[in-house]
């Protein structure tokens, strides 16, 4: 069985500063990782995703994440917020198979204040 | 832009009637996903199909949900009759084969209040 935990399910950090986001997995199997990011009224879009390569990751808008398989994490980090990473953060986890189901965080919702 | 374009994106509607959902994965991604989400339980999984043939659908209730895939460019989930509880944003997704692998691409959503 597959879970995440998302810690803390709201952050809020200044335009410019730095944004840490954390996501603990549990997989009885090698994972894939998965960050999503939900904008208001739309779907999920998929910002960064790991798949046993390098354990550190760079995705879209300056978002990068860090396997760390010792620790069972995969934080999501940006040196400096923009007011427009506001918006709600998924965390994701599967088995290392082809297309087999996402199981989700809970969520954690970024605010970024001017 | 290749997309998962999924309608209608509102619905409401009155309890006891049926809902239909549809669902157009994108072309040639041979794997489609059902989410349900709500405030509570965040991002659930209803069911899944691959190349058509239903794989796991132990997380929709079967009294009243059904999903199927007439064919490889539509998918449908459907609900009769719709509860109260049922309110909530039902993702599509769909993931193919290649170099781009494990990716899974949501729709945009369908919006569902039930009263």
């Known amino acids: 069985a597959q879970s995440v935990t998302q810690l803390g399910s709201h952050v809020s950090v200044s335009e410019g500063a730095l944004v840490l986001l954390r996501c603990n997995y549990s997989s009885s199997v090698p994972p894939y990782l998965f960050w999503y990011v939900q904008y208001p009224n739309q779907g999920l879009q998929l910002l960064l995703k790991?798949?046993?390569?390098?354990?550190l990751v760079k995705g879209i808008n300056g978002f990068e994440a860090e396997f760390k398989k010792s620790e069972t994490s995969f934080h999501l980090t940006k040196p400096s917020a923009h007011m427009s990473d506001a918006a709600e953060y998924f965390c994701?986890?599967?088995?290392?198979?082809?297309?087999?189901?996402?199981?989700f965080g809970k969520g954690t919702r970024l605010s970024v204040i001017a | 832009d290749a997309r998962v374009t999924q309608t209608p994106r509102h619905k409401v509607t009155e309890m006891g009637q049926e809902v239909t959902m549809r669902c157009q994965p994108i072309l040639g991604h041979n794997t489609v996903f059902w989410y349900r989400q709500t405030m509570m339980q965040g991002l659930e999984l209803l069911a899944y199909?691959?190349?058509?043939?239903?794989?796991?659908d132990s997380g929709m209730p079967k009294d009243r949900f059904s999903a199927e895939m007439p064919d490889a460019t539509l998918a449908t989930l459907k609900i009769q009759p719709s509860e109260p509880r049922d309110s909530a944003v039902y993702f599509c997704?769909?993931?193919?084969?290649?170099?781009?692998?494990?990716?899974?691409?949501f729709g945009e959503g369908s919006w569902l209040t039930v009263v």
């Open positions: 790991y798949t046993s390569a390098a354990t």
């Open positions: 199909f691959r190349n058509r043939a239903p794989l796991d």
């Open positions: 997704a769909s993931g193919g084969t290649g170099s781009r692998g494990n990716t899974i691409y």
């Open positions: 994701a986890v599967s088995e290392q198979k082809g297309n087999t189901p996402l199981v």
